[in-house]
């Protein structure tokens, strides 16, 4: 059977590398964005007219970048950061529920609701919580991801919450890219936070992975195996550019560029364990921040 996927913001950083990796792969793919086009359908339509023919797999990818340090950390934005991931998983639950034949629905969220502990390795099976913006917002993102009791027996829902993506095209690494290659860079804060974190080629082919095995179904944690701090995680990408790691970035002059709800993305994270993904089998092809550098900057 022809595999088709629906990708929920598809024209960015990880959608855009998303919809070449299943095109590769042999899916044909839509794409749900703010603007018509050519094998795209607008959000819009979505409502209006439900999802494509044929589409066998949805993929969400949709929210308002969090990190842009052009966009001050205002209500309105805040509200427009919230509403983006709330409504786009909620308009791709109504339309799976209401056309029936989609096999797997893939929503992408982050791993905030993980408490920082210095003692604790947190799995799937731990309990999350709403302790600060970020946490509450990916709380509230999965409940609108989840699928109604009467579509869970034919579509299968998996819920992948992602760390830091890392490729050159976009993310937390273009934003570093520039002063570390001037030999300026280095850790945010203290160095000392954990920094969970995933290669783009490896949550594409996770994705892919969730959409085809049967098996999988609820939570993933999207994160490399390699449970690094943020300093190390520098280390790494500045050793893999051949420059120095010297220039500390100190916590109110992120705290400043970002603001407090923002910044605690950057200063502080959890060690997380990617159990379900291991114990469904998936391999990856980058589990260590060396060699995920490497290939990164290996590209230019």
Same mark, same amino acid.
């Given at each position: 059977?022809?595999?088709?996927?629906?990708? +929920? @913001?598809?024209?960015? !950083? $990880?959608?855009?590398?998303?919809?070449? %990796?299943?095109?590769?792969?042999?899916?044909? #793919?839509?794409?749900?964005?703010?603007?018509?086009?050519?094998?795209?359908?607008?959000?819009?339509?979505?409502?209006?007219?439900?999802?494509?023919?044929?589409?066998?797999?949805?993929?969400?990818?949709?929210?308002?970048?969090?990190?842009?340090?052009?966009?001050?950390?205002?209500?309105?934005?805040?509200?427009?950061?919230?509403?983006?991931?709330?409504?786009?998983?909620?308009?791709?639950?109504?339309?799976?529920?209401?056309? +029936? @034949?989609?096999?797997? !629905? $893939?929503?992408?969220?982050?791993?905030? %609701?993980?408490?920082?502990?210095?003692?604790? #390795?947190?799995?799937?099976?731990?309990?999350?919580?709403?302790?600060?913006?970020?946490?509450?917002?990916?709380?509230?993102?999965?409940?609108?991801?989840?699928?109604?009791?009467?579509?869970?027996?034919?579509?299968?829902?998996?819920?992948?919450?992602?760390?830091?993506?890392?490729?050159?095209?976009?993310?937390?690494?273009?934003?570093?890219?520039?002063?570390?290659?001037?030999?300026?860079?280095?850790?945010?804060?203290?160095?000392?936070?954990?920094?969970?974190?995933?290669?783009?080629?490896?949550?594409?082919?996770?994705?892919?992975?969730?959409?085809?095995?049967?098996?999988?179904?609820?939570?993933?944690?999207?994160?490399?195996?390699?449970?690094?701090?943020?300093?190390?995680?520098?280390?790494?990408?500045?050793?893999?550019?051949?420059?120095?790691?010297?220039?500390?970035?100190?916590?109110?002059?992120?705290?400043?560029?970002?603001?407090?709800?923002?910044?605690?993305?950057?200063?502080?994270?959890?060690?997380?364990?990617?159990?379900?993904?291991?114990?469904?089998?998936?391999?990856?092809?980058?589990?260590?921040?060396?060699?995920?550098?490497?290939?990164?900057?290996?590209?230019?």
């Amino acid at each position: 059977m022809a595999r088709h996927a629906l990708i +929920g @913001g598809g024209t960015g !950083f $990880v959608g855009t590398r998303l919809a070449k %990796h299943l095109a590769g792969q042999g899916y044909e #793919v839509t794409i749900v964005s703010r603007m018509p086009g050519l094998k795209r359908i607008t959000w819009h339509q979505l409502e209006k007219d439900g999802l494509p023919q044929g589409v066998t797999s949805v993929v969400n990818l949709a929210g308002q970048n969090v990190l842009d340090p052009s966009r001050r950390w205002t209500a309105g934005f805040k509200q427009n950061v919230w509403n983006s991931r709330i409504n786009s998983a909620a308009s791709l639950v109504k339309a799976i529920e209401k056309a +029936g @034949g989609v096999e797997a !629905f $893939v929503n992408i969220s982050g791993v905030s %609701h993980y408490p920082p502990n210095e003692n604790k #390795v947190y799995t799937e099976n731990d309990e999350v919580k709403g302790f600060d913006f970020m946490s509450r917002l990916c709380l509230e993102w999965e409940k609108a991801a989840t699928l109604p009791d009467t579509v869970q027996n034919s579509t299968r829902g998996v819920k992948l919450r992602t760390g830091v993506v890392v490729g050159r095209e976009g993310g937390m690494i273009q934003s570093i890219w520039m002063p570390f290659n001037f030999g300026l860079g280095g850790p945010m804060g203290t160095g000392k936070q954990i920094l969970p974190w995933i290669h783009l080629e490896d949550l594409c082919r996770l994705i892919q992975h969730c959409l085809e095995s049967k098996e999988c179904k609820g939570v993933f944690n999207a994160v490399a195996p390699e449970i690094v701090t943020n300093g190390e995680f520098s280390k790494a990408f500045a050793s893999a550019l051949r420059r120095p790691c010297l220039f500390a970035v100190p916590e109110f002059v992120v705290d400043l560029m970002f603001g407090k709800d923002r910044s605690a993305l950057l200063l502080s994270g959890a060690k997380i364990e990617p159990k379900h993904a291991l114990d469904s089998g998936f391999e990856f092809k980058y589990p260590t921040a060396k060699l995920a550098c490497q290939e990164v900057v290996k590209k230019q």
